[in-house]
Nanobody
Framework: QVQLMESGGGSVQSGGSLALSCVVSGYFYSRRCMAWFRQAPGKEREGVAYIEVDSDANTWYADSVKGRFTISQDSAKNTLYLHISNLKPEDTALYFC??????????????????????WGQGTQVTVSS
């Protein structure tokens, strides 16, 4: 069983930065992809950043966060990270990390929606004030 635990959320002003972490435990080596999703009140959960497991060069981002969000992983620490800079009020959401195969086996890239990821953390809240 795979367990994910996020941390690092908080309340910041517009233009600020945050670093989110997600510690992974359990047998997740069969998963091809790790991802960060977010869900704002009244909105659907959306993927914002994806990374291929054990391949730091293969990352993908939603257009809305390109240039501001950076996903990375430390395999030795079993930890996934999301560095967020230049935060905007519209980034306010509950942020989740997830693991799964995503779209890997039919596009050779990590992407996809929530239904394509098997394992989820409880989320960490990010609130950005203007």
């Amino acid at each position: 069983q795979v367990q994910l635990m996020e941390s690092g959320g908080g309340s910041v002003q517009s233009g600020g930065s945050l670093a989110l972490s997600c510690v992974v435990s359990g047998y997740f080596y069969s998963r091809r992809c790790m991802a960060w999703f977010r869900q704002a009140p009244g909105k659907e959960r959306e993927g914002v950043a994806y990374i291929e497991v054990d391949s730091d060069a293969n990352t993908w981002y939603a257009d809305s966060v390109k240039g501001r969000f950076t996903i990375s992983q430390d395999s030795a620490k079993n930890t996934l990270y999301l560095h967020i800079s230049n935060l905007k009020p519209e980034d306010t959401a509950l942020y989740f990390c997830a693991s799964g195969d995503g779209t890997y086996y039919y596009t050779n890239t990590c992407g996809g929606g929530p239904t394509e990821y098997l394992d989820w953390g409880q989320g960490t809240q990010v609130t950005v004030s203007s």
